[in-house]
Nanobody, 123 residues
Framework: QVQLVESGGKLVQTGGSLSLSCAAS????????MGWFRQAPGKEREFVAA????????LYTDSVKGRFTISRDNAKKTVYLQMNSLKPEETAVYYC????????????????WGQGTQVTVSS
């Protein structure tokens, strides 16, 4: 399996921007679909975005389309999530995920999870 470590989470104001990174180690990064999920307190983990192995295809949950961008650099074994126009309701722990399927939106299809990074959007 691949090991994942997220970074970049912090406190940001409503309407602000934030970039998350997820560094991978272990097995071949380019063999995995990569994704981002988030989990707010008291809520289930939900899909945010995914990108296929080559980076040629992306998928977003409707609420973030046009504001979030997922990308990957296979040479650096890193996946990114650029988040713009953030909203307070997007306060959550953001998790990086690796899977062997695309499209990816079901957390039960994830093979490896990162430890999560906290994003807090103040109103």
């Amino acid at each position: 399996q691949v090991q994942l470590v997220e970074s970049g989470g912090k406190l940001v104001q409503t309407g602000g921007s934030l970039s998350l990174s997820c560094a991978a180690s272990g097995q071949t990064f380019s063999a995995y679909t990569m994704g981002w999920f988030r989990q707010a307190p008291g809520k289930e983990r939900e899909f945010v975005a995914a990108i296929n192995r080559s980076g040629s295809r992306t998928l977003y949950t409707d609420s973030v389309k046009g504001r979030f961008t997922i990308s990957r650099d296979n040479a650096k074994k890193t996946v990114y999530l650029q988040m713009n126009s953030l909203k307070p309701e997007e306060t959550a722990v953001y998790y990086c995920a690796a899977a062997l399927v695309f499209p990816l939106s079901d957390p039960f299809k994830v093979n490896s999870w990162g430890q999560g990074t906290q994003v807090t959007v103040s109103s």
